[in-house]
């Protein structure tokens, strides 16, 4: 089992959607959730950032874990096409490696 | 303040050539990670330096290697490069005792 299951996608939505993003993981001891947003040729970027569980809002994401269930999810309201790359969800323990997703491909078509 | 810089940005070798790798992390910032992203693996973890210390190292052969400077700067090497080594190898810095992590752009290498 890997460490971190993410679907891969690809994704298309149409502009103005919501979309909802998944990510699950098998260890209890990760205690960080990250979201990382990637464009074609660029590195990731960090959008969130998180630590217990629950929900933390920024802008048009939101981004939710709930650690009983080992589940992490991105939530993009009112999607844009300028929201079409590859989004990342990683983890980790605090100030160890990060374990990333392979990665979920987003299309907003407008 | 200006990101993580990598140089270069693209790279072309051929089997059996060494290359060398160089980022720049945000100023102030004394850790550095590499990671290795491929289409079939994903990212993965190769070394973290911290104040020119090798901190933790990843699942990969001895081939990979890096150091860190005074400056925080840092460099990987991979030695007798092999097709498998074509990916983009990406750099994040972060600032001590804080966890999140900041990418630069990445250097793509092509292996021929």
């Known amino acids: 089992q890997k460490e971190v299951e993410q679907d891969p996608g690809p994704l298309s939505v149409p502009e103005g959607a919501i979309v909802s993003l998944n990510c699950t993981y098998s260890n209890s001891a990760f205690q960080y959730f990250m979201w990382y947003r990637q464009y074609s040729r660029k590195g990731p970027e960090l959008l969130m950032y998180t630590y217990s569980s629950g929900n933390k809002e920024d802008g048009r994401f939101t981004a939710q874990v709930d650690k009983s269930s080992k589940y992490i999810s991105l939530f993009i309201r009112d999607s844009q096409p300028s929201d079409s790359a590859t989004y990342l969800c990683a983890v980790n323990s605090g100030n160890t490696p990060l374990v990333f997703g392979k990665g979920t491909r987003l299309s907003v078509i407008a | 303040k200006a990101g993580v810089t990598q140089t270069p940005r693209y790279l072309i070798k051929t089997r059996g050539q060494q290359v060398t790798l160089s980022c720049s992390p945000i100023?102030?910032?004394?850790?550095v990670s590499w990671y290795q992203q491929t289409p079939g693996q994903g990212l993965q973890f190769l070394f973290e330096?911290?104040?020119?210390?090798?901190?933790n190292k990843g699942n990969f052969p001895g081939r990979f290697s890096g150091r860190q400077f005074s400056n925080s700067r840092s460099e990987m090497n991979v030695s007798t490069l092999e097709l498998g080594d074509s990916a983009l190898y990406l750099c994040?810095?972060?600032?001590?005792?804080?966890?999140?992590?900041?990418f630069g752009p990445g250097t793509r290498l092509t292996v021929l």
């Open positions: 330096y911290f104040s020119e210390t090798q901190r």
């Open positions: 994040a810095s972060r600032s001590s005792g804080v966890n999140e992590q900041f």
């Open positions: 100023s102030g910032h004394r850790s």
